[in-house]
């Protein structure tokens, strides 16, 4: 018997009906290791025990799930077969007994294999919600890989900008008639300290800060030149990046200007003309 033959046979298998060559067909048959019949074979069994399970009432005696199911499809049919009031011919019975047999056998095939397709589907449905939650959180997983790209570009380019500002900071302070000036910082940011290279002929400045702490909300760190005759001259605005360091340009001091000292404040966002708010850095100029 050929593998689609012995298929045909797996659900009177499940139920132990198979005998004589064709049992022996199916024993060999699955000796040699045909895991679809035997993944088959152990779906029926399966469904087998479960119906067995759902049609005993809870104090029958033990019964062997085959038996228990073979005896509620004979049941089944015998109520529904008619009773015959004579049947004469010994031969006839026969014909009748084989054919409510076969009958059998084809209605207990079919619901078994009705039940694995319902067991089938059950677990297709099952295996599509898993899928469908993985491909969700992959979604997710995909969204924060590309706002984390988004912020990584976005840090790329403040990096970018610094590094211009930064090699701007060494051309000027290379330059001939460059003036230095160090910022130290004082009793609000101890730990904070800066540089201000001034280039007087091209009236340029950049300043490189660090240990700032964060801006407050509505809050801006202002940069100052310090005249003698003029005073406090407002020089720029700036906040701080989050590693509390910043590189930024600025129009140099007013030409002719005394310049005594540089600064910085906290002020209100926007800044202002005058300084107002507690100062962090402060750095001499030497004449």
């Not at 033959?5 to 048959?29: I, P, S, T, V």
């Not at 160090?182 to 904070?192: D, N, V």
Request: overall charge neutral; glycine content about 6%; some cysteine.
């Amino acid at each position: 018997m050929d593998h689609a033959q012995l298929k045909e046979l797996l659900a009177l298998e499940a139920m132990d009906r198979l005998e004589g060559e064709e049992r022996r067909a199916m024993h060999e048959h699955l000796v040699a290791g045909c895991d679809e019949c035997e993944a088959e074979l152990r779906e029926l069994r399966e469904t087998l025990a479960a119906m067995a399970a759902a049609s005993a009432p809870q104090d029958s005696p033990q019964v062997s799930s085959v038996d228990r199911v073979w005896d509620l499809f004979e049941a089944r049919r015998n109520a529904a077969a008619p009773t015959p009031k004579a049947v004469p011919d010994r031969g006839v019975r026969a014909v009748v007994a084989l054919w409510q047999t076969t009958t059998a056998l084809a209605l207990a095939a079919a619901i078994i294999v009705a039940i694995g397709l319902g067991n089938r589907m059950m677990r297709l449905d099952a295996a599509a919600r898993i899928n469908s939650q993985h491909v969700a959180q992959l979604r997710v997983s995909l969204h924060q890989m590309i706002d984390h790209l988004k912020a990584s570009e976005t840090e790329l380019i403040i990096l970018r900008g610094e590094l211009s500002r930064s090699r701007q900071l060494t051309e000027i302070a290379l330059e001939p008639d460059s003036r230095v000036v160090r910022l130290a910082g004082l009793a609000a940011a101890p730990s904070a300290k800066g540089l201000v290279a001034i280039s007087p002929t091209n009236r340029r400045a950049i300043v490189q800060i660090s240990g700032l702490p964060p801006a407050p909300p509505n809050k801006v760190y202002e940069l100052w030149w310090i005249g003698a005759r003029s005073g406090p001259i407002k020089a720029a605005l700036f906040v701080p990046g989050t590693r509390g360091t910043i590189t930024i340009g600025s129009d140099g001091p007013p030409p002719g200007e005394q310049m005594l000292a540089s600064a910085v404040t906290l002020e209100p966002a926007g800044g202002v003309e005058k300084p107002t708010g507690a100062m962090y850095l402060k750095g001499a100029f030497t004449n």
